[in-house]
């Protein structure tokens, strides 16, 4: 195939390459008219040579499914995804805006509790929610940040704006993807960094590290600061692997730590040895067997003890995520006036709670129209494409929204923009969004772009890997001349 | 560093030196074959038990043809001393220890892994066996040498080190043990009409260890089963001798914390090794002596892992 960018239209959706087929948009041109230089072998060469890079770079996902968990290769598309940096640069803005009205948040609902007070935001719905953790309660961590990593989806709709979809604060994945994809693409495209002002993204280990450093409980250049694992068989142990290489510090598994008088130790060879930051791949819930799940194995039996004493600290903290509840989600431009008492630079996609009679009453009567989703999933689990169900499944979902309304919202259903991939024939656009990644501690920070997730299917609106979603590379560019 | 962690790139490093191991102990057999007169064969499954995969081997060993041995050594997944298996365990080592690695090394384990599962089906015929084994020594050695010359000499390295002597001492050991096991058929090590004949097999066991030149240079007399069997176990500068392992061992850990117990064990081994009379064990007991030399090599892998790999660690004070 060769592209050719006259016959490539995405029809009503706002495309991130084209602004009408045969136009690229400015930020676009030199990368389109490069793209359709390439003569099919070329490009043939091109992809097969991503797919070698990938399989040999060991860069994989896996997929829990009933033949047992498979290790697959990550799904990567060639054609890079651009953003204009004067673009980016307002977007980073409200990314960090919103990080810091969410944390103020965290740290209010455990302490003060002064926007429930103050009725900006209902009792009941923190009453009911399931991320609170009431053994939390009077905790002070480090700068008041609870949340130190989020990776917040934003998706552009057909007027072109970036829209948040939602706000992931409990363990978000995806940044190893980010850094990988562009590593894959300065192999396969090294002359196209040669003439684009593409921002770099390779600073992100390296601003991790300082955050969690930042946040040690005891005041060392270099604290022992570790990643914590639930191992191989995790969806995501690719990227654990990955951040503890690049930041240079331990991998650790539960079994791995120690807690001997409220403090954590690691086991080396040449004994215990003092552990103080603990960037935390696992839930909540299976963090310490003593204070939550006693089952579990994955965690460390007296590890709450040892952080509430503050003796290590915890990266995100445990219980930081009851702002990441799409119910609470809706909440979010009232926390940014309250807290910060400015404006809100990011819009919410438009949200209808459940909880609320009136709200609730107008999703029962328009599910066919609207994206229904539980409050407390992730990974696009257990939610309803309202436009694309059956009626059975409405009429299911109708009876479980009655029967537990704080659990659900709804959202219009959002035209999710396209961005071209490679296809049979000719480029095909495919509908994406955009996950980028937002550091605070001492300071705050935010990923230049972040990972674009493409839905491979042809019209499909689920980007999430393990439902078959692919990757791009995400540049942002800044444009000459201005 | 984490004591699992420890564990894991040990074992690597030991399926990593096994995988170049096994390659050189199939090449013994497949040389000696090219230099054997026509109607002369070589005894297959005595390969297998060598390997020490005898109890995974479905046939009776004493009728074995090339084709099943091939098959067994090289991708049979139930043989945990297949090539395949030790490529696999390696690869699952490496993705639990690639944070503590250069990160070209797990690339190049992983190019291993997928090259050896494209090709093995293709190595049961000579030809493309000899390509196969060629390639997995050699990648095994770049992988040794860009740890040699990549990584920092860390206790992460020092446990890379350990793996890979004491695996590698195990198997020379073994590799001796093809040459004393009448692989040939009698008539052709006993009777001195076949005098041509005789040496080749140790030849081919010095070659299979890359070991040729190094031995004529060192013992300068013709290759004789002694001197051969004496070289291969007690000299202490050739990198594939049993003594020259050990030392290394002794080295990597005196570099580590809490050694007392290992450095004894590992001590008593080198001393009965150095005084081991071969000129008598030659004639009679070579077999049973090796095994015992496996015997030692096995309980200074316990004493290792008692030391540095069991979780419960006592507090540092």
Redesign the interface.
């Known amino acids: 195939m060769q592209i050719d960018w006259r016959d490539y239209d995405s029809g009503e959706f706002y495309d991130e390459l084209i602004s009408s087929p045969g136009h690229p948009r400015k930020v676009s041109r030199q990368l389109a008219k490069y793209l359709a230089s390439l003569t099919g072998d070329d490009i043939a060469e091109r992809k097969l040579s991503a797919e070698l890079a990938i399989k040999t770079m060991g860069i994989s996902f896996t997929v829990y499914s009933e033949a047992g968990n498979i290790d697959r290769a990550w799904p990567f598309d060639i054609i890079p995804r651009v953003i204009a940096q004067r673009e980016w640069l307002h977007t980073e803005k409200g990314l960090i805006q919103r990080l810091q009205a969410l944390n103020c948040f965290i740290n209010d609902i455990y302490n003060d509790q002064k926007i429930v007070r103050d009725k900006v935001l209902p009792a009941e719905l923190l009453a009911d929610s399931v991320n609170f953790r009431p053994e939390c309660v009077g905790m002070k961590p480090a700068f008041g940040v609870w949340a130190h990593i989020c990776g917040s989806d934003l998706i552009r709709d057909k007027d072109g704006r970036f829209y948040v979809l939602e706000d992931n604060l409990r363990v978000p994945s995806g940044v190893s993807y980010m850094l990988e994809n562009r590593k894959v693409t300065k192999r396969i495209f090294p002359e196209l960094f040669e003439n684009h002002n593409i921002l770099p993204v390779t600073e992100y280990p390296n601003q991790l590290f300082d955050t969690l450093a930042a946040i040690s409980p005891r005041p060392l250049e270099f604290p022992e600061v570790v990643v914590l694992t639930p191992g191989i068989y995790n969806s995501a142990y690719f990227e654990h692997s990955y951040l503890a290489q690049q930041m240079g510090v331990e991998l650790v598994e539960g079994s791995d730590l120690v807690v001997e008088d409220d403090h954590v130790f690691m086991r080396t060879i040449g004994g215990l040895a003092p552990v103080d930051v603990i960037y935390r791949r696992i839930d909540d819930l299976f963090l310490d067997p003593q204070m939550f799940n006693p089952d579990s194995v994955l965690g460390v039996p007296g590890l709450m003890r040892a952080w509430l004493k503050g003796n290590v600290a915890i990266a995100n903290a445990p219980g930081a995520g009851v702002a990441d509840d799409k119910v609470i989600y809706t909440f979010v431009p009232q926390m940014i006036k309250y807290y910060l008492g400015e404006d809100p630079i990011l819009p919410n996609v438009p949200s209808y709670l459940c909880i609320d009679k009136k709200q609730r009453d107008h999703v029962l009567a328009n599910l066919d129209k609207l994206v229904v989703k539980p409050a407390n999933e992730s990974g696009g689990y257990g939610m309803l494409i309202g436009p694309q169900a059956s009626k059975k499944e409405r009429e299911e979902f109708a009876a479980r929204i009655k029967a537990a309304p704080r659990n659900y919202m709804a959202q219009p259903l959002i035209s999710l923009s396209t961005t071209p991939i490679i296809g049979t024939k000719n480029a095909e656009p495919r509908h994406i969004d955009l996950r980028p990644f937002v550091l605070q501690g001492r300071t705050s920070s935010v990923t230049a772009g972040g990972l674009t997730r493409v839905a491979m299917r042809k019209g499909s609106y689920v980007v999430n890997s393990s439902q078959g979603g692919g990757s791009q590379d995400t540049w942002v560019v800044v444009e000459e001349g201005k | 560093?984490?004591?699992?962690?420890?564990e894991r790139i040990y074992w690597m490093s030991r399926y990593m030196e096994r995988c170049e191991n096994a390659a050189r102990l199939i090449n013994v057999n497949t040389k000696l074959l090219l230099d054997l007169p026509r109607g002369v064969s070589v005894g297959w499954g005595t390969l297998v038990d060598i390997s020490g995969g005898g109890d995974f081997f479905q046939k009776d060993t004493d009728n074995a043809d090339e084709r099943a041995v091939m098959r067994f050594m090289l991708a049979d997944t139930n043989n945990p001393c297949s090539l395949i298996s030790a490529i696999t365990y390696a690869r699952?080592n490496a993705?639990?220890t690639?944070?503590?690695m250069p990160?070209e090394i797990?690339?190049l384990i992983?190019?291993l892994y997928?090259y050896l599962k494209e090709n093995l089906a293709r190595g049961t015929a000579r030809r493309e066996r000899h390509i196969l084994l060629e390639a997995v020594i050699s990648r095994v050695q770049q992988f040794t040498g860009m740890l040699a010359g990549c990584m920092s000499q860390n206790?992460a390295y020092s446990f890379i080190r350990l793996g890979r002597n004491l695996e590698r001492a195990d198997m020379t050991s073994r590799i001796v043990d093809v040459g004393a096991s009448r692989i040939l058929p009698r008539a052709y090590e006993d009777n001195s009409s076949n005098e041509p004949y005789a040496n080749i097999l140790w030849m081919s066991v010095l070659r299979s260890l890359s070991g040729y030149q190094m031995y004529r240079q060192h013992v300068l007399d013709r290759v004789n089963a002694e001197d051969v069997v004496m070289y291969l176990f007690q000299d202490p500068l050739f990198p594939r001798a049993v003594e020259h392992c050990l030392g290394e061992l002794a080295d990597c850990v005196a570099r580590?914390?809490?050694n007392d117990e290992v450095l004894r064990v590992l001590a008593s081994v080198r001393r009965q090794l150095k005084t081991a009379d071969f000129t008598v064990l030659i004639d009679d007991g070579l077999h049973d002596y090796i095994d015992n030399v496996q015997a030692e090599i096995a309980s200074i892998h316990q004493v290792v892992a008692a030391t540095?790999f069991l979780?419960e660690?006592?507090?540092?004070s």
């Open positions: 560093m984490l004591s699992r962690v420890a699952e993705r639990i690639r944070e503590v990160s797990y690339e992983n190019d997928w206790d580590l914390p809490n540095w979780p660690v006592q507090v540092a």
